[in-house]
């Protein structure tokens, strides 16, 4: 029985060697993998600003229509105008929604001062690029908030539709509020939604979407500079007979692919970005015009840990830092150190952190 002996004691010896070696790895290259490391933790994006002619109707429609509350109101605060390269003597008012019960997912109103504001994507169709398409909130009783938004002056693309996607059967309603504001409104209707105890008629914010015009630039940036995780890619045209909620002819719909991928920095679809390319129908690039302190949805907001680190690693990655590091107040948080920089298609983003 000399084999098995031979056959175990061989593997034996395998064993401690590969051991050795790996205690040899861990000793010699700790320090190295440790440098590599990321100093810095980017958390999906808190809040979205929009720039907006009138706080008061914005703020009563999520109120009145979504039961959100307002959870801070005031002038802006000199530091935050200065961000925003903008003159001092712009002022500007805000107020910050949220559904009541949540920490993040908020709505921040910022009515500007000033008379010289364009819309950041004026009368723009869905695969126009640049800026922010739109925020995406969960609703329940789709038809009630259809009838009372279109009452209030909201439009859209279409009526709400109902589709599969992946394992959920959704009706979605992209809608069209005052200054642009695009609201993506999304009811689960199989399976149950659960998990949100305080989603009562509009949920928290929790995901952004951005037409882009070359996929593999906006992941260069979100995925490769960023660290951005994938939670979701899909590519295809839509199915027979056309139907879609982004006001595509039904012909073209068919025909026009879309690349969709959904990304955060821990790979959730919480305060994460939304990114489509139309394959074969294109229009405007309206980045240019996605700046302060224009009409439309401003900017996302992403906390982050570690700051100064963020922005070393964005400099080097060649990323033009647009903006700080600057001190900023941020009610009703507090005081803030950021920085701004901007997507490959116009997307103003701040990453935030706050003072002890």
């Given at each position: ?13 395998k064993?401690?060697?590969?051991r050795?070696t ?50 801070a ?48 994507r ?90 882009v ?27 027979p ?14 025909k ?18 939304e ?82």
């Amino acid at each position: 029985m000399i084999y098995p002996y031979a056959i175990c004691r061989s593997a034996t010896v395998k064993i401690r060697f590969a051991r050795l070696t790996i205690l040899l790895l861990l000793a010699l290259f700790p320090l190295k993998l440790a440098a590599e490391a990321p100093a810095f933790r980017i958390g999906g994006w808190s809040e979205v600003v929009m720039s907006v002619s009138s706080l008061e109707t914005l703020s009563k429609d999520f109120i009145e229509v979504g039961a959100w509350s307002v959870l801070a109101e005031g002038p802006v605060d000199p530091s935050a105008i200065r961000a925003w390269r903008l003159a001092e003597t712009v002022k500007a008012e805000q107020v910050l929604l949220g559904n009541p019960g949540t920490e993040t997912g908020f709505v921040r109103l910022v009515r500007f001062d000033t008379a010289e504001r364009a819309y950041m994507r004026p009368n723009a169709r869905a695969w126009e690029s640049g800026g922010i398409l739109d925020i995406n909130i969960r609703v329940k009783d789709m038809d009630a908030k259809y009838r009372e938004l279109m009452r209030r002056g909201w439009q859209a693309h279409g009526d709400p539709l109902q589709f599969s996607f992946g394992p959920f059967v959704v009706r979605e309603w992209i809608t069209l509020g005052p200054d642009g504001m695009s609201v993506a409104l999304i009811e689960r209707i199989e399976p149950e939604f659960e998990g949100w105890p305080h989603f009562r008629h509009f949920s928290r914010s929790f995901n952004s979407t951005q037409v882009v015009r070359d996929m593999d630039t906006a992941l260069g940036f979100y995925r490769d500079v960023l660290g951005f995780q994938q939670y979701l890619y899909h590519e295809g045209a839509s199915k027979p007979p056309g139907e879609n909620v982004l006001g595509l002819p039904y012909e073209a719909a068919m025909k026009v692919e879309r690349k969709v991928w959904i990304g955060h920095p821990e790979g959730l679809n919480e305060g994460s970005v939304e990114l489509i390319e139309f394959v074969g129908a294109s229009g405007r690039d309206l980045a240019d015009l996605a700046v302060p302190p224009n009409l439309g949805l401003l900017m996302l907001r992403f906390p982050v840990e570690g700051l100064d680190a963020l922005a070393a690693h964005l400099s080097a990655a060649g990323v033009k830092i647009e903006q700080g590091p600057d001190l900023i107040l941020l009610p009703p948080s507090g005081m803030a150190r950021q920085i701004s920089v901007r997507a490959p298609d116009g997307a103003w983003l701040d990453f935030y952190e706050l003072e002890d």
